[in-house]
């Protein structure tokens, strides 16, 4: 299924949504929210694995996994992403409102 990309070849965020809801969206609503979370985490785990010893494909096979898990996801609990991310980092950063961030790197920005 490449709804999303037959246009332009990229993927936007809510395309991916869109995407992920076509394909899977019964079964997630179905499943949940707080069982969703834990498969999102199950692949964090295998994200960090990947990091610490997997190849550069594994790595963004999980990277890919934990992105389409996250919008799994919101679909559930009806966030859009593309906008909930524009809405906080589309201008700056939220922490010092700055490009590039200025916060002090021993905070979270
Ligand atoms: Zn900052």
Redesign the pocket.
């Known amino acids: 299924m490449s709804i999303d990309t037959e246009s332009t070849g990229s993927l936007t965020l809510s395309g991916l949504q869109r995407m992920i809801l076509q394909m899977y969206g019964e079964k997630d609503a179905v499943r949940g929210d707080a069982a969703t979370f834990l498969w999102l985490t199950e692949e964090f785990g295998e994200l960090a694995s990947a990091l610490r010893s997997g190849t550069h494909e594994e790595l963004a096979a999980e990277m890919a996994d934990v992105l389409a898990w996250l919008a799994t996801l919101a679909n559930i609990r009806g966030v859009e992403l593309e906008a909930a991310v524009l809405r906080k980092y589309g201008r700056a ?1 939220p ?2 409102q ?1 490009v590039p ?3 002090d790197p021993a905070e979270k ?1």
Do not use: D, F, I, K
Request: aromatic share 0%; net charge neutral; proline share 12%.
């Open positions: 950063c922490g010092c700055a961030c200025v916060c920005p």
